[in-house]
């Protein structure tokens, strides 16, 4: 059918040209007859193209150097934190080659680090103590489609020194004017599931100057919210770890609460931890939005 209406439109070309050599001058026509040539030159292949079998929609998409259709490749990036309260440090491996954290680069107890390493669903990073012979893999679930950065906390198992995991992903959006907050429970004790994070302006006063009243939140653990740009004073109700927290819009923070009730002191992590810019920083009124919980990863069974 396409073959048949690409005649018929060639075959109305030739009829109007027929028309307009009646009524032109004889270079005009000369000229024209050129133009009709090249056009029936030009037109062959198309017709040809055309009696051949279509291929299918799938295949005329198939992605390629030279074609518009581009696969999409998402930016996901990774931080692993080590909330095992032990003196041994944490190896890390992708997949069984590839050496994230090793050797004199082994992951200690409270640290977090971001690797740059472009994770696919069902890699497995597999993490050892080896000083304790304490072993573990994490199997990658289902990804984001989109941009994010994956939080995964490595820590110890409830009445138990096996590894245990949790995972997070920050959403990544370039627009926004707030700081990601991942506020995470690792600490082992008695009093370790009634636990919240007390959240306030952190206010500078000089001596003589008026007092300031200063707004107050109260967070639940293993969340991710979202945070005006400031500085803040961070705690645990009814415990003794504080921390400042100075937060930037458009980066993603860590607030980990680690420690094991008699052998490592309670204590908060922040990460990345960075300095004011200003000491006399005026910090905006706090407000704060609950980010929808995402698990990002699933452990394997």
């Not at 048949?4 to 028309?19: D, E, G, H, K």
């Not at 597999?126 to 199997?139: K, M, R, S």
């Not at 009730?261 to 922040?270: M, Q, R, W, Y």
Request: glycine share 4%; aromatic share 8%; charged share 20%.
């Amino acid at each position: 059918a396409q073959a048949r209406a690409s005649l018929v439109c060639f075959w109305a070309l030739q009829l109007l040209a027929v028309a307009l050599i009646e009524s032109i001058q004889f270079e005009t026509m000369q000229m024209l007859s050129k133009a009709l040539v090249f056009l029936a030159i030009a037109a062959a292949p198309c017709f040809a193209a055309v009696a051949e079998p279509a291929k299918g929609l799938r295949a005329a998409l198939q992605s390629t150097d030279d074609t518009m259709v581009k696969p999409f490749k998402f930016n996901q990036r990774l931080i692993v934190c080590n909330a095992y309260p032990n003196h041994s440090p944490i190896t890390l491996t992708r997949n069984g080659v590839q050496a994230l954290a090793h050797g004199k680069d082994a992951l200690h107890f409270q640290q977090c680090r971001e690797f740059d390493t472009h994770l696919k669903a069902h890699d497995k990073l597999d993490l050892q103590l080896d000083a304790i012979g304490i072993h573990g893999t994490f199997e990658v679930g289902a990804l984001p489609e989109s941009d994010a950065v994956l939080l995964l906390v490595l820590q110890k198992r409830d009445h138990s020194k096996l590894l245990s995991f949790q995972s997070f992903a920050f959403p990544t959006n370039s627009e926004t004017k707030e700081a990601q907050l991942a506020v995470i429970d690792a600490y082992k004790g008695n009093h370790s599931s009634a636990a919240h994070l007390k959240v306030e302006d952190h206010i500078i006063t000089k001596k003589g100057d008026h007092a300031m009243s200063k707004r107050v939140e109260v967070l639940n653990f293993n969340r991710v919210y979202t945070v005006e740009e400031g500085s803040y004073d961070a705690s645990v109700i009814g415990q003794k770890a504080t921390k400042l927290l100075n937060l930037v819009q458009n980066i993603n923070f860590v607030v980990l609460r680690t420690g094991e009730d008699g052998n490592f002191p309670e204590s908060l992590v922040v990460f990345p931890e960075l300095q004011s810019s200003s000491p006399n920083l005026r910090c905006t009124v706090l407000t704060m939005v609950l980010v929808a919980f995402l698990a990002a990863f699933m452990p394997s069974p």
